[in-house]
């Protein structure tokens, strides 16, 4: 126990050290997301003040992929916009996935191996399918 007139000798407690450590590490992410944010409100907000607001009958008509909508709605869709984009997110989401297991590749070991074998195994059998069908002709 220390007296109460002397002066504590000895290192700080934890818990102060503690969040000095926390804000330090935590800080450059949180600069990133505010700057991120910034940047973001900023596209979003400048364009409305800076645009101008000449609207037309031609700018006022409805628009889709490049054609007219001029035919009756129950007609076939093409859904090759839609087959691309979602085969698109599916190699981000494939990238998302391989991109941390090449990081941690030989700490994986054998196991990290057949693991991953087994998910593009799976994607590429995705692949195969919509290859088969004809999903990636475009006519």
Sequence with gaps: MSEPGRARLGPPPVHVGLTALVTMTFAPILMVFAFGALVAGALLFI????????????????FECGKDP???????FAIKFSTVAIFFIIIDIEL???WPWATLY??????????????LGVLMLGFAYVWRKGGLEWE
């Design 47 to 62: 364009p409305t003040l800076i645009a101008p607001r000449r609207l037309t009958p031609v700018k006022a008509e409805p």
């Design 70 to 76: 001029i035919a009756v709605a129950e007609g076939r």
């Design 96 to 98: 998302l996935f391989i």
């Design 106 to 119: 030989r700490k994986l070991g054998w196991f990290g191996f057949v693991e991953m074998l087994v998910f």
